[in-house]
């Protein structure tokens, strides 16, 4: 009787740990795109002054978010966070912004971008490069060129506006640095990499003279290279936002709920998580993360 006690204690036991393990490692609720809001400057008012860090845990199953001020100085205040939250041991796999997911780990064009720049890296870069070398893999999160044209261009706007609007976004990113760029020059530099990116074709490109027109339709002013600014083209959803800021809303949207996603299935082989991102996309995805993990 004794020894029948003492098996039945000892199946009690295993079984318990079986149920502990499977609760552990059950799958988490399904996010919530729902719960995915539009930035406003009144939103990220709400949040703590940039950077921070929110922490969301369910199980066993963490996830640091670093919301970063973006930067390429590896002394800023967002960098020393990337290296304290690395630096702790806790991290099992980082999330980089401006990366493909579709790219897999350890993105061979990303690791031969931080081995070539020593001293001046983004955060993401940063965060990959630290982990890299401690042996912790980094992914991208973002959402394949191609996926974005096609839910663009299923909305309210044609391939020529959604082409348009790649190139003045492209424009405003380097018109400080190359203002002594011709329109001729810029339109060519643009081109040199959203035709292959995106998959256009020779009636997809916008030529100059139409451009010139398309563009003054998605600003709602003319177009002057040297004074284009990334609020231009920024991802602005309220009802006055311009063409060009209603575009990069549709595609914040789809950038956002694929970052969700790949978040939540890469829960699936690790525990520990850390995500590199701008602080605006944490403000808009926050709601939705927390339809399936718990903000501590």
């Keep these: 009787m004794n020894s029948l006690n003492k098996q039945e204690i000892l199946k009690l036991m295993i079984l318990i740990k079986i149920f502990l393990f499977i609760a552990g490692?059950?799958?988490?609720?399904?996010?919530?795109?729902?719960?995915?809001?539009?930035?406003?400057?009144?939103?990220?008012?709400?949040?703590?002054?940039?950077?921070?860090?929110?922490?969301?845990?369910?199980?066993n199953k963490i996830l640091f978010f670093l919301a970063a001020d973006h930067s390429n100085d590896?002394?800023?205040?967002?960098?020393?966070?990337?290296?304290?939250?690395?630096?702790?041991?806790?991290?099992?796999?980082?999330?980089?912004?401006?990366v493909k997911t579709s790219k897999g780990e350890n993105y061979s064009k990303v690791v031969e971008y931080f081995e070539a720049n020593q001293d001046k890296l983004n955060?993401?870069?940063?965060?990959?490069?630290?982990?890299?070398?401690?042996?912790?893999?980094?992914?991208g999160g973002?959402?394949?060129?191609?996926?974005?044209?096609?839910?663009?261009?299923?909305?309210?706007?044609?391939?020529?506006?959604?082409?348009?609007?790649?190139?003045?976004?492209?424009?405003?990113?380097?018109?400080?640095?190359?203002?002594?760029?011709?329109l001729t020059q810029a339109l060519n530099r643009c081109y040199s990499h959203l035709e292959k990116e995106y998959a256009l074709s020779r009636i997809d490109i916008v030529h100059e003279k139409e451009f010139m027109a398309l563009s003054e339709k998605l600003l709602g002013k003319k177009?002057?290279?040297?004074?284009?600014?990334?609020?231009?083209?920024?991802?602005?959803?309220?009802p006055f936002a311009t063409r060009a800021q209603q575009i990069n809303c549709h595609i914040n949207k789809i950038r956002n709920q694929h970052l969700v996603?790949?978040?939540?299935?890469?829960?699936?082989?690790?525990?520990?998580?850390?995500?590199?991102?701008?602080?605006?996309?944490?403000?808009?995805?926050?709601?939705?993360?927390?339809?399936?993990?718990?903000?501590?």
């Design 223 to 238: 177009f002057d290279y040297k004074n284009l600014s990334t609020m231009d083209v920024a991802p602005v959803c309220d």
């Design 25 to 59: 490692c059950s799958n988490l609720q399904k996010p919530s795109h729902e719960k995915i809001r539009s930035w406003s400057q009144s939103l990220q008012e709400k949040y703590p002054s940039v950077p921070f860090v929110y922490q969301y845990q369910k199980n």
């Design 74 to 98: 590896i002394k800023s205040p967002t960098h020393n966070m990337v290296k304290d939250l690395i630096d702790s041991g806790k991290i099992q796999l980082i999330l980089i912004e401006g």
């Design 123 to 139: 955060e993401g870069s940063y965060a990959a490069k630290l982990g890299y070398n401690k042996k912790i893999p980094f992914i």
């Design 261 to 296: 996603s790949i978040i939540h299935q890469s829960f699936t082989k690790n525990d520990n998580i850390l995500v590199v991102y701008g602080a605006g996309h944490l403000v808009q995805i926050d709601l939705s993360i927390r339809s399936f993990m718990d903000k501590i």
């Design 142 to 182: 973002e959402a394949d060129s191609l996926e974005i044209k096609q839910h663009v261009i299923r909305s309210d706007f044609s391939i020529k506006e959604f082409v348009t609007f790649l190139v003045l976004r492209s424009m405003a990113s380097f018109n400080r640095s190359n203002p002594e760029l011709s």
